[in-house]
């Protein structure tokens, strides 16, 4: 199942596929400061 959402962030876009068929190594995320 999902896990809750942390205060702050938002998830966009999850690939449900790719994590079930390859192993997923490292997470990056990125923004943009102002």
């Known amino acids: ?3 809750p ?3 702050g962030r938002k998830l966009i876009a999850s ?3 790719a994590r079930h068929e390859y192993q997923i190594l490292d997470q990056w995320e990125a923004g943009i400061s102002l």
């Open 5 to 7: 959402a942390q205060p």
């Open 15 to 17: 690939n449900r596929k």
């Open 1 to 3: 199942m999902t896990q």
